[in-house]
């Protein structure tokens, strides 16, 4: 079974901290993602890869960047954080370059950032 | 703008009755729709999906129903049960690898 693990599950940052979010994918996927959930908002794409050392900005890259030096690991990091930066982060991983049905996203158990 | 819609925040329904979530999209480019089932404290779960060039697919207690010329989908769940109470995001594949998801239903289940 497919595990996307997300190394912290709450933090809490002070405003103008840099702030890393871990993901760790344990079944050789090419894709990794990150996104965000807001109530009423949905999940919204921040950033993806392809490949390593591959990334592609998504819908909401501002104020983040990613890094992807090995296949199993993405990384999510806040330059800067901001207050609206607090957030539900969920990182995804799916083994294809294209999504069907038999190869969906599959989830991490997310990371809850507040920043105060 | 939100591409894809789910308009009904929340929706109660009885055990053993159908549950009926809505899904309107706005882009005609979609060509493959998906929902995920999320309980809280865990990452959302896949759970069906339908090609764009279906109006129907059933896996199991779960159908999903597209309307391209209403740019409409729905996912039907009959029975319901308690344990279907969840967030249920409808998410439409824009091209290769992207979704865009909507904003969520909760559905509860009452026993």
């Known amino acids: 079974d497919v595990k996307v693990t997300q190394s912290s599950r709450y933090l809490v940052k002070r405003t103008g901290e840099k702030v890393f979010l871990e993901c760790v994918q344990d079944m050789d996927h090419e894709n990794m993602f990150w996104y965000r959930q807001d109530p009423g908002l949905g999940l919204r794409l921040i950033y993806f890869s392809y490949d390593v050392k591959m990334k592609e900005k998504g819908d909401i890259p501002e104020g983040y960047s990613v890094s992807r030096e090995k296949k199993e690991r993405f990384s999510l990091i806040l330059e800067s954080a901001s207050t609206n930066q607090t957030s539900m982060y969920l990182c995804?991983?799916?083994?294809?370059?294209?999504?069907?049905?038999?190869?969906?996203?599959?989830f991490g158990n997310g990371t809850r950032l507040t920043v105060t | 703008d939100q591409q894809v819609k789910q308009n009904s925040p929340s929706l109660s329904v009885q055990e053993g009755r159908i549950s009926i979530l809505n899904c309107d999209y706005t882009?005609?480019?979609?060509?493959?729709f998906l929902w995920y089932k999320k309980y809280p404290a865990e990452g959302p779960t896949f759970l069906i999906s339908i090609s764009s060039i279906k109006d129907k697919n059933e896996d199991g207690r779960f159908t999903v129903f597209l309307n391209k010329s209403a740019k409409h989908l729905s996912l039907h769940i009959v029975p319901s049960q308690p344990g279907d109470s969840a967030v249920y995001f409808c998410?439409?594949?824009?091209?290769?690898?992207?979704?865009?998801f909507g904003a969520g239903t909760i559905l509860r289940v009452k026993s």
């Open positions: 882009n005609s480019m979609f060509d493959y």
């Open positions: 995804a991983s799916s083994p294809t370059p294209t999504l069907s049905y038999n190869s969906p996203l599959h």
């Open positions: 998410a439409a594949r824009e091209y290769g690898n992207k979704l865009v």
